[in-house]
Every structure is written in C-alpha cells, then in structure tokens.
C-alpha cells in the first residue's frame, strides 16, 4: 500500500509538472506573438562604416565658433543645423569631452549656450519661425544634460524650458514664435519632446502642460486615415502623423490607439512610395516613433529605411553623407540630412534616453 500510495503521488506530480510546463510554454507563446522588445535590431558592419564616415564628414563641417551651416538655409538657421548635428553625435555614444568627436561635441553645445538670452530665445529673435529652432535646441541640450548634469548647462536649459511653458496656446499647442495665440503639430511636437526631455533630465515641467499639449494632438488626429493633420481637421500627412505619434509616446501613451493607428499610416505610406513630402523631417521622428513600438514592426521599419539610405548615400573614400534627394518640401541641405539620418541608423545602438520607453 505504501509502494502504491507513493507511486500515485509520483504520478501526481509529473501530472501536475507536465501541466504547469504547458502553461508556461503558452505564456511564452503569447509573450512572443506581443514581443515589444527593441533588441531584434542591430547595426551591421556597412551600416556601422557608414555612420563612422558620415560622422567624419559632419565634424568637417563644423564652423570655428562650434556650429554647423555653411549655406543657404542651413546659414540661415545654425541653431537648428547644430542641434541636429549634435544630436547625430550623441547617437553615437559621443558626449561632451568623451569619445572621439568629444571635442565636437562640447564646441557645438558652447555655441547653443552662447545664443541662449536672459529671456530665453534662443538664436534669431526675427526669424519669424524661431520655435522650431528653440525645441531642437532644448532637445539637445536636455539629453547632453540629463547624461552628464552640467551645473553650465542647467541654468540655460531651465530658461529655455520656462520659455516653452509660459507660450502654451489656450488650445493646447504652440506656433511659430513664442505667443499664445494659436499652434500647429510641426511646433507643437517639438516642445512636447523638448519637455520631456528636460523631465527625464531632472527638470520639474507642469503636467497639466504635458496633458494639455496631449489633448490639441489628439485633436488633430483624422479619424478616417488614421494620420494626424497640421491642423485639427485638415489633411492627414507622413511627416506630420509621424510626429505626432511620437510626442503621444513621449508622453507615456505608448499603447494608446491613435498611436497604433498613426503606426500603421505611417507603414502604409511607406510601402506605396507616397512620402514625397518632408522625407527627412518626417523620419527624424517616424523611426524612434517605430522603435517605441517594437517587436516586428520596428525590425521591418528599420529594414526598410536603411536599404533606402544606403542606397542614397553619398561616398568619398571613407567619408559618407546625404543630400536632399527625396525631400520636396523644404530642401535644406546636406548637414540637414545627414545629422537626420545618422540619427536613424544609429537608434539600435540605444545611446539616447528619449527614445526609450
């Protein structure tokens, strides 16, 4: 009785083993099916090359007091072009003092240091669309502070942010230049970015800023396509659903359903071969958009772009960059979309904080 009693609890237990294995093997299952994890991509030996040498051409074309833009309207919005260029770097792994281009980069944040004002404009107050400007500028300037919590950088970067806040629209949103009036996604989105940059950074931004700047994206959303317009009710577009979906993330919304949606706009999009309109702007926030999605849709994201970057890049020896081949909105130039694209290549190394979830 006793040799039985123990076969039955042997019996038992395998049973219940065998069981609870089963369970665990489906969990995996569905976990795998649901995979947002991010690590599925990486950056192959070309792609690495590339960006090595496009990083090379970029600290080339750096101006003696730290800024980047040589011509045309790179000249005519340095700010901008470094902010870019800077933020190329850091996705790299380059910061301030550290790592290869560590002197680039600490000449390049010493210039937008030095064009920040008592009130907080930053740059040239009679650009009549300087707040593009000022959210690049504060982006940059919060994730080199975040990294390395400059007591130099802090001050300035609280001036920028203050500046920001206190030009919220009643709608939610904000424009061209620092006046609550009215707002448009391009702006919006880059202060929304900026803010969440300096909050991961340390900085204390008001979260009804953030929940106000939620409700005018949302209110741009078209409900039909899935995008998101320039303005609430006008017509959807890539670059404009890209950065709206991103400034969703960006503020915790990662699962929200307009930003599954806009993902899916933004896929569409690309397999018809309809960006025709602000390719490299829109990238500059569809691809770390894509990564905070994850799984298989980043993975087949990410494929994609590249084959087409690699496909347009330029090449001298060991040096790399882009032209604006496939813009038809506004034709910047090459620091322009080479700082852009280094950007999106680089995003599987993981260096930027703001991209992560």
Known sequence: MKVMNTFIFNWRNLILSVFLLLIGLLNCGVQGADDKSQNNVVVDKKTD???RGALRWLASKQLPNGAWG???????????????????????????????????????????????????????????????????????????YGQTK?????????????????SQSREGGWRYRPISQDADISV??????ALRSAKNAGLSIPQQTLDNAVKYVKKCYDQ?????????????GFARTSAAIYSLQVC?????????????????????????????????????AQYMIGGEIWKKWYEKVKAILLEDVKAEKDIYYWEPKRDRGRDVGPTYCTSIFVSVLAIPYHYIPLYQR
């Open 49 to 51: 090359e590339v960006l």
């Open 150 to 166: 400059s007591q130099v950088i802090k001050p300035k970067l609280e001036r920028l942010v203050r500046l920001i806040i206190s």
């Open 252 to 288: 915790g919304l990662y699962d929200d359903l307009m930003v599954q949606k806009g993902s899916e706009y933004l896929i569409k999009s690309i397999e018809k071969g309809e960006i025709r309109e602000w390719f490299t702007y829109g990238h500059f926030y569809a691809a770390p």
């Open 70 to 144: 040589l011509s045309g309207d790179e000249a005519a919005h340095k700010v901008a072009m470094s902010s870019y260029a800077i933020m190329a770097f850091l996705s790299c792994g380059h910061l301030p003092g550290e790592g290869e281009y560590g002197k680039t980069v600490a000449a390049g944040v010493q210039y937008l240091l030095d064009q920040i004002q008592p009130d907080g404009i930053i740059g040239n107050r009679n650009d009549g669309q300087y707040m593009y400007s000022h959210g690049l500028a504060t982006i940059a300037l919060g994730e080199i």
């Open 224 to 236: 039909r396509s899935g995008g998101f317009s320039y303005q609430p009710g006008g017509s959807p």
């Open 188 to 193: 919006t989105v880059l202060q929304v970015v």
